[in-house]
């Protein structure tokens, strides 16, 4: 232990005392510590253009110290058996298949039992940022099965910083993952190596990646600390806060069936400009592209479209309205939007009968 707080107070001297250490929640990072030391020497290379450049933003910018960050890079195991998934992600399937990796009656059944078990809680979120309890609760269950253990099998720096160097086309985005999880780590007194997270660097119960958490996170319980890890009252409210910051509005439409009532070639190219290009909705009424639009909705509303298989052979049109974009920012994907919104209504049912 007392080797960590050392560890801790020489990576962030500026923002960490004796008062704030003392006054952590180490359990959760106690279990994990033994698990920090690399099992093989890293093979980051520091002298490496991209980490001299990084370095020096962290020193320059942020107030790093830079042998202090040297040493806790030198620390890095780079797991690069992690870069396969990212490409073969299993959003690429088609829907029907998608769907049946995660909307299970377990899932369903265990959902319901955690809405109920955390009911006044969620309504308190709800009533507090406009997000739909099944909402919050059908992201938590797509992302970590509600909290259950075995996603988090990485811890999150080597994964940040195995991106970072092996994985090109995402380079720039783990930097910036990379510069955020360090922040994170300094100004919620976190060992860098205590957290484990998924493949991608995702962590805690709503798989938040770094930027997010430094965005997104709330401390809803009010006890100093953003705890993504066993706080319901910090889960639900970030969550509920993440969409609500990315436009979610209440009571609110999340997609409708939709089909084309004629052979219109710029219908169909509406359709396949994607799924955050807009038109409003009477522009999709008079290219021939029918809703069965609720009276309440105003006809300048903006909406997109996307076509889907709901089953093998098969191949349907959907109307996707801001609630829906909204749950693509949480994963920029039409099939995790459906299941999130499937789910949800699933959950509902649940509940009302």
């Given at each position: 232990m007392e080797s960590r707080r050392i560890f801790l107070k020489s990576l962030f001297p500026r923002v960490l005392g004796w008062g704030a250490l003392l006054s952590l929640d180490l359990s959760r990072a106690d279990l994990l510590l033994a698990h920090s030391e690399p099992s093989s020497p890293s093979s980051l290379n520091l002298d490496d253009p991209r980490y001299v450049s990084l370095i020096k933003d962290?020193?320059?910018r942020h107030q790093f110290g830079a042998a202090d960050l040297k040493a806790v890079f030198g620390k890095v195991v780079l797991q690069s058996e992690i870069i396969q998934f990212f490409e073969r992600p299993a959003e690429i399937l088609p829907y029907y298949e998608y769907r049946r990796r995660f909307i299970k009656d377990e899932l369903v059944s265990r959902g319901q039992t955690y809405l109920q078990e955390n009911l006044e809680l969620l309504q308190k979120i709800e009533e507090a940022f406009g997000v739909p309890k099944e909402i919050i609760c059908s992201i938590l269950g797509v992302e970590t099965k509600f909290g259950q253990p075995g996603?988090?099998?990485y811890r999150v720096f080597d994964i940040l910083n195995t991106a970072f160097s092996l994985y090109p086309r995402r380079e720039r985005f783990y930097r910036e993952q990379l510069i955020a999880y360090?922040?994170?780590?300094?100004?919620e007194g976190i060992d860098p190596f205590s957290v484990n997270g998924s493949y991608a660097g995702a962590f805690g119960v709503?798989?938040?990646m770094p930027t997010s958490f430094r965005k997104h996170a709330v401390d809803f319980d009010k006890d100093g600390k953003k705890n993504l890890w066993?706080?319901?009252e910090d889960i639900f409210a970030s969550v509920a806060n993440y969409l609500k910051s990315f436009g979610w509005k209440r009571n609110g439409l999340t997609y409708l069936p939709a089909r084309f009532a004629g052979d219109s070639p710029e219908a169909?190219?509406?359709?396949e400009m994607g799924i955050r290009k807009t038109i409003p909705i009477a522009k999709a009424v008079e290219l021939g592209i029918q809703i069965p639009l609720p009276a309440s909705i105003q006809k300048d509303e903006a909406v997109s479209f996307a076509l889907y298989q709901p089953q093998e052979g098969t191949e349907a049109l959907l109307a996707l309205f801001g609630n829906f974009r909204t749950i693509t920012s949480y994963n920029y994907s039409l099939n995790y939007a459906l299941v999130v919104s499937d789910l949800s209504e699933?959950?509902?049912?649940?509940e009302n009968s």
């Open positions: 962290l020193t320059q996603i988090e099998r360090l922040l994170l780590c300094r100004e709503p798989q938040f066993t706080s319901k169909q190219n509406k359709v699933m959950l509902i049912e649940r």
